[in-house]
């Protein structure tokens, strides 16, 4: 018989709420981790974006935290991105709501006087990024003495993203015994060192997988003409109604989504000198299918949480593996399928190549303009070592071709 949430032990009314929310059969990280997070232990869940976790953890939460005092909470869940501090917010405040647990996420860009007001009233979960909490906690308008249970959301991306020192700070000043939940894509290197100082006897889940990302994947690698280069984004953007460009500049955020939009596409741009409120309406005319491209930067794009993205651009190669696999992995998700396609130009041919082989893929390259149909069926169409740039019509040895390997 498949389990449902309510076998795995939640109250009553959180598994109500879950089943009125539509949401009756627990993902597989969600199987693993709930009954150890409900019986008080710690646990390492080994787990990436789209995998379920925020309910992994935040049932857990909700179901063992108390009610708060003023400027106390009793639950806290460190991101590592104001993102995904809205995202975890939204997943777990109408669950909260449905127990009598109030969830503020505390986040920097957003008014500091307004947040200390939500938690002096009472807010019994606070979800937060590490700086902010931090100038709470400095301030005076929060503490973390009564803290009862503890998630650390994405920890390899808050180590990546420079974030441990904080981190570290903060679990400093949380004096009482606490439970810990720690979830992160990968269990090693900074982030064991974290487990191993800061978790007691921690159980370890992880889902059985398929190979690393790329293989739930269709991949395609463009060489297009510089001057036609937007125009293939275009052209791709108005068969695929909900597009995510990665570009590496904040400039070429910006000059990208204005050039989208004077080819009639409704575009937006997300990175780090936008006011938080442009980021959020961003967001969400994205996640609402009202924009149609939503064109970022790395930064900006860590721990975006949205469904049905149906392919990612690299419009700007990647020149590190873990990117490539990080952008890539914003489509699919939680098991769907998903195009990702990377744009080259002739001078980024080689390295291109290289971060092929380095993330283990071994697909054509092919010469693409933008009046070409097959970008209108990027998923469909299944490029062939004979179109692969610089191949003669069934020569051994191009890119793709078996006999090149």
């Not at 009862?148 to 180590?159: K, Y």
């Not at 700070?169 to 269990?187: G, K, P």
């Not at 982030?191 to 990302?213: F, G, K, N, Y």
Request: glycine share 10%.
């Amino acid at each position: 018989m498949t389990a449902t949430f309510a076998a795995l032990g939640l109250p009553e009314p959180l598994a109500g709420a879950l089943e009125s929310a539509g949401l009756v059969e627990p993902f597989p990280i969600q199987r693993l981790t709930i009954p150890d997070g409900l019986a008080g232990r710690d646990v390492c869940g080994k787990a990436k974006t789209g995998s379920g976790k925020t309910l992994a953890f935040g049932l857990p939460l909700l179901a063992r935290v108390g009610q708060a005092a003023p400027k106390a909470p009793r639950g806290l869940v460190l991101v590592p991105t104001r993102e995904l501090a809205l995202q975890v917010a939204e997943v777990l405040e109408p669950l909260g709501a449905a127990i009598g647990r109030a969830v503020v996420p505390v986040y920097g860009g957003a008014p500091f006087d307004g947040q200390a007001k939500r938690i002096a009233e009472g807010a019994d979960v606070v979800v937060a990024t590490p700086g902010r909490l931090i100038d709470h906690v400095d301030r005076g308008t929060v503490s973390l003495a009564g803290v009862e249970v503890l998630v650390l959301d994405e920890a390899d991306r808050m180590v990546d993203m420079g974030f441990l020192p904080q981190v570290e700070w903060l679990l400093r000043h949380m004096s009482s015994e606490h439970q810990t939940l720690l979830f992160s894509a990968t269990l090693d290197g900074a982030v064991d060192h974290m487990i191993r100082d800061h978790l007691h006897d921690p159980v370890r889940r992880e889902v059985a997988s398929r190979t690393q990302t790329v293989e739930e994947m269709e991949h395609r690698f463009l060489l297009v003409h510089e001057l036609d280069k937007l125009k293939v984004l275009a052209a791709i953007a108005r068969s695929h109604p909900r597009t995510l460009a990665f570009v590496n500049s904040k400039r070429g955020c910006d000059r990208i989504a204005g050039d989208l939009r004077r080819e009639g596409i409704v575009a937006e741009a997300i990175h780090g000198d936008l006011h938080q409120r442009q980021r959020e309406k961003a967001l969400t005319g994205f996640a609402k299918g009202e924009i149609a491209v939503l064109v970022a930067t790395d930064v900006a794009a860590r721990g975006l949480d949205i469904d049905e993205i149906g392919i990612v651009v690299h419009y700007d190669p990647p020149s590190d593996p873990k990117d490539y696999l990080h952008r890539s992995g914003r489509t699919a998700r939680a098991g769907e399928e998903g195009v990702v396609v990377t744009l080259i130009l002739w001078n980024e041919e080689l390295e291109v190549r290289r971060l092929q082989k380095r993330v283990g893929l071994n697909v054509p390259i092919v010469e693409m303009f933008s009046n070409d149909a097959r970008l209108a069926k990027l998923a469909e169409w299944q490029p062939l070592a004979t179109e692969a740039v610089g191949a003669a019509p069934g020569a051994p040895g191009a890119t793709g071709d078996p006999g090149s390997r």
